[in-house]
């Protein structure tokens, strides 16, 4: 058996539905965010361009594990949310946390739903924040639904588009994937420099 964290095995040996249930679980539920979905998506439209999947399959199941995902870390952070923070003496977890987190979902909450998809482990915890900050459920399905198309769409087609153009691009899978991890850590990384 294969590392389940290297996305060339992933997808060869478990195919479109370990793609769904890794990226199901990377997009809201809490424990699913050291999974590697952009780097999966992007290695599953690379290994689609050589033939191991269909690329329109891919992107609907891409798009479908994306945009179900968020809606179970919404669910989750509604039903979870006020237990976890109706706590009055405690400086995270309190009433005033939830009131801010509705406000800024409020003012930013579609913006930060479509960005955050981009985003690793950041993609994870934002729908269950909207749900848990009572963001209004029409927006968040909405602007989850974008976020979703976009990222189910474009990362893939990216991998596909790839390995098209660059003959034998399959035998520099490892460091083309790494770049994509680094290229997905820099907003987190320029975040972190900005409040430091």
Same mark, same amino acid.
């Given at each position: $058996?294969?590392?389940? !964290?290297?996305?060339?095995? %992933?997808?060869?040996?478990?195919?479109? %539905?370990? +793609?769904?249930?890794? #990226?199901?679980?990377?997009?809201?539920? &809490?424990?699913?965010? &050291?999974?590697?979905?952009?780097?999966?998506?992007?290695?599953? /439209?690379? !290994?689609?361009?050589?033939? *191991?999947?269909?690329?329109?399959?891919?992107?609907?199941?891409?798009?479908? @594990?994306?945009?179900?995902?968020?809606?179970?870390? =919404? *669910?989750?952070?509604?039903?979870? /949310?006020?237990?976890?923070?109706?706590?009055?003496?405690?400086?995270?977890?309190?009433?005033?946390?939830?009131?801010?987190?509705?406000?800024? &979902?409020?003012?930013? /909450?579609?913006?930060? %739903? +479509?960005?955050?998809?981009?985003?690793?482990?950041?993609?994870?915890?934002?729908?269950?924040?909207?749900?848990? /900050?009572? $963001?209004? =459920?029409?927006?968040?399905?909405?602007?989850?639904? !974008?976020?979703? #198309?976009?990222?189910?769409?474009?990362?893939?087609?990216?991998?596909?588009? %790839?390995?098209?153009?660059?003959?034998?691009?399959?035998?520099?899978?490892?460091?083309?994937?790494?770049?994509?991890?680094?290229?997905?850590?820099?907003?987190?990384?320029? @975040? *972190?420099?900005?409040?430091?």
């Amino acid at each position: $058996m294969h590392n389940l !964290l290297d996305p060339g095995h %992933l997808v060869k040996d478990f195919g479109y %539905l370990g +793609i769904f249930t890794a #990226l199901f679980l990377e997009s809201g539920v &809490f424990f699913g965010f &050291f999974l590697p979905g952009d780097s999966l998506l992007f290695t599953a /439209g690379l !290994l689609a361009s050589q033939g *191991y999947l269909n690329i329109v399959g891919l992107i609907i199941i891409s798009v479908a @594990a994306a945009v179900l995902g968020n809606n179970v870390g =919404y *669910y989750t952070g509604q039903k979870t /949310g006020p237990a976890l923070f109706n706590r009055k003496k405690s400086f995270f977890f309190s009433p005033k946390r939830v009131e801010e987190a509705h406000k800024f &979902f409020e003012k930013q /909450g579609p913006q930060s %739903l +479509i960005l955050a998809r981009f985003i690793p482990a950041v993609r994870t915890f934002v729908p269950i924040a909207a749900g848990i /900050g009572k $963001m209004d =459920y029409r927006k968040f399905l909405l602007f989850n639904g !974008l976020g979703g #198309l976009l990222w189910g769409i474009g990362v893939p087609i990216l991998g596909y588009t %790839l390995g098209k153009k660059v003959p034998n691009i399959d035998k520099y899978l490892l460091p083309v994937v790494l770049v994509i991890v680094i290229l997905s850590a820099l907003p987190v990384l320029f @975040a *972190y420099l900005r409040r430091a």
